[in-house]
């Protein structure tokens, strides 16, 4: 099984407005870390949050924000009053703590696109 | 003060060739990695190196071989090249120690291979 899913190979959104990324993962490892990526096209991979499995509240950092529901095994990310600059592909990832190998599991990324 | 670097950011080069991809970082990190990008972005891990020792060899060509000189440095040497290893390389390090699943990746800028 898919240890990271992507549903949502592109989406669209207005400018201001609100758009919700999709990211589920598998991991019988009661201990993870959920990480969002974002790849603009000049091509740097650029960390923008993280959600850690045992943390009580929703992670934020500025206009985004994690929803993360444990029981469904879901991690989306919402962007909040997005803008021409939030255009780009969107990589949501997972870091299980009992994986010695120290791998990060990434999913087929989210590409979005702005529109003014 | 480039956190992750790599040289060259280009490269092209001819089938059967072989090439070095170098990459440091100076974040003072224990664990470093290499990932493939393909041309539909997906994200596959390459190798990891953590205290100068493979961790991870997912199934890659034994035509490529990581070589960590110290824990700065994890460069990347393909022997004769194909078609096929023509993608986006990209270089990662984070710090493992503690509580390491909540620790996230710098990823470096990425050298786009193209191998004619």
């Known amino acids: 099984a898919q240890k990271i899913t992507q549903t949502q190979p592109g989406m669209f959104v207005q400018e201001k407005e609100a758009v919700t990324l999709d990211c589920t993962y598998d991991t019988s490892d009661p201990s993870y870390g959920l990480f969002w990526y974002k790849q603009p096209s000049s091509g740097e991979m650029i960390f923008l949050i993280y959600q850690g499995s045992y943390d009580q509240q929703n992670a934020t950092e500025g206009r985004y924000s994690l929803n993360f529901q444990k029981a469904r095994k879901s991690a989306n990310l919402v962007i909040s009053a997005s803008q021409l600059g939030d255009s780009a592909m969107y990589f949501c990832a997972m870091r299980e703590a009992l994986n010695t190998g120290n791998q990060f599991y990434f999913g087929t990324g989210t590409s979005l696109t702005v529109i003014p | 003060d480039t956190a992750v670097s790599q040289t060259p950011k280009y490269l092209v080069t001819q089938m059967g060739n ?13 664990t470093m990695y290499w990932y493939k990008q393909d041309s539909k972005k997906f994200l596959k891990i390459m190798f990891s190196y953590n205290n100068k020792e493979l961790i991870i060899n997912e199934t890659v060509p034994n035509r490529f071989s990581p070589k960590s000189p110290d824990k700065a440095h994890l460069n990347l040497h393909i022997n004769s090249l194909e078609l096929g290893d023509s993608a986006v390389y990209f270089c ?18 990425g050298t786009r291979l193209t191998v004619l």
Not at chain 2, 18 to 30: P, T, V, W, Y
Not at chain 2, 92 to 109: C, K, T, V
């Open chain 2, 18 to 30: 072989d090439k070095s991809i170098k990459c440091e970082q100076n974040l003072g990190h224990d």
């Open chain 2, 92 to 109: 990662a390090s984070r710090i493992s120690l503690g509580a390491s699943e909540y620790n996230e990746q710098f990823f470096g800028p």
